[in-house]
Nanobody, 124 residues
Framework: QVQLVESGGGLVQAGGSLRLSCAPS????????MAWFRQAPGQVREFVAHISRDGGSTNYADSVKGRFAISRDNAKNTVYLQMNSLKPEDTAVYYC?????????????????WGQGTQVTVSS
């Protein structure tokens, strides 16, 4: 069982930046495909960004393209989400997810492990 821990959320003004991090709480040697999802109040959890196991492929939701960047450091077993030019509509709880399917990356069912989430609030 893999437990993921997110950090880096907080309150920021519109136009600002935040960097989220995600790492497993225990020791694991498996390299997973990783993604970030987010869920705003009253909304379904939606795909934000994905990175393949070797970091060579990334994918983004249209709403964040050009503003967010996902990266990973496999030596530290950590995934990052750099969020720039934040907008009030980016306000949500952001969840890190780990799985083994690099192809259906936008589907929640592709990920077996999830973090508890970190709150991101963007004020106007």
């Amino acid at each position: 069982q893999v437990q993921l821990v997110e950090s880096g959320g907080g309150l920021v003004q519109a136009g600002g930046s935040l960097r989220l991090s995600c790492a497993p709480s225990g020791r694991t040697t498996t390299i997973y495909t990783m993604a970030w999802f987010r869920q705003a109040p009253g909304q379904v959890r939606e795909f934000v960004a994905h990175i393949s196991r070797d970091g060579g492929s990334t994918n983004y939701a249209d709403s964040v393209k050009g503003r967010f960047a996902i990266s990973r450091d496999n030596a530290k077993n950590t995934v990052y989400l750099q969020m720039n030019s934040l907008k009030p509509e980016d306000t949500a709880v952001y969840y890190c997810a780990a799985g083994t399917n690099d192809y259906s990356y936008a589907w929640r069912g592709s990920y077996a492990y999830w973090g508890q989430g970190t709150q991101v609030t963007v004020s106007s």
